[in-house]
């Protein structure tokens, strides 16, 4: 093989050859020439892949699973209980205020009539009274005492089971007795008073007279009075 005759560095520059020291300036690849185009003298057309670089390969790695927390429930359960109990305090409060509204506007229970007596039986209630709790009866009297010192719902009389006309200004009823009532019903009522009344047994009571001494007698309730003259 012969060697390439070096040329005349010398020598002009001819016309379409370029000087010998020329060198094609580097095309990025994928590059085209524009319509028409001739390469220059030695211009060589790059290869595929040149000017190209691949990335070094790096394994994936695995994504670590995140437990998901489970909410609590125990704030909401907790909640429904407090929710509960208000709810059960409050129909309770309810509940009770009807209650209470319904007793107080519930009618007063119906007496039975209060029947008529004798003299003896009056005075099997006035000997044992506590034993004829309860009994309605009719009696007839005399006040004896209604003042500051008994009230207002309050007075003591002379009672019997029968009406006892008066005598020379004194009418004989023989058992001391106290007996209780509504004191608007009783506000025309004074010492002195004779009435017929209509009256509950309600047992017996004691209390000291003004001698010191212990008196225990019958006690009334009072559900209807008529006053029918005095003394």
């Given amino acids: 093989m012969t060697a390439r005759p070096e040329p005349d560095r010398q020598q002009p520059y001819q016309q379409g050859q370029p000087p010998y020291d020329y060198q094609q300036p580097a095309v990025p690849y994928g590059y085209q020439q524009p319509y ?4 220059p003298y030695g211009y060589q057309q790059p290869t595929a892949g040149y000017g190209t670089y691949s990335l070094p390969h790096i394994p994936q790695q695995p994504v670590p699973s995140v437990p998901v927390r489970k909410r609590r429930r125990w704030p909401k359960v907790l909640g429904g209980v407090v929710a509960m109990f208000v709810a059960l305090f409050v129909i309770a409060g309810l509940s009770s205020r009807s209650t209470s509204s319904d007793s107080s506007n519930a009618a007063p229970a119906v007496l039975t009539p209060a029947k008529a007596i004798t003299a003896q039986e009056w005075q099997l209630i006035a000997k044992d009274p506590d034993g004829h709790k309860g009994e309605r009866v009719v009696v007839y009297g005399e006040v004896t005492q209604f003042d500051p010192a008994t009230g207002t719902s309050t007075f003591r009389a002379n009672v019997d089971g029968v009406e006892h006309k008066v005598e020379y200004g004194y009418a004989d009823y023989p058992t001391n007795t106290i007996l ?8 025309t009522v004074v010492q002195g008073n004779l009435f017929t009344a209509e009256a509950t047994v309600t047992g017996s009571t004691s209390y000291e007279t003004a001698m010191g001494g212990k008196m225990t007698v019958p006690t009334l309730n009072v559900t209807k009075l008529t006053v029918t003259g005095s003394v």
């Avoid at 028409?36 to 390469?39: A, D, H, K, T, V």
């Fill in 36 to 39: 028409g185009y001739q390469q």
């Fill in 180 to 187: 209780t009532g509504d004191a608007n019903a009783l506000r």
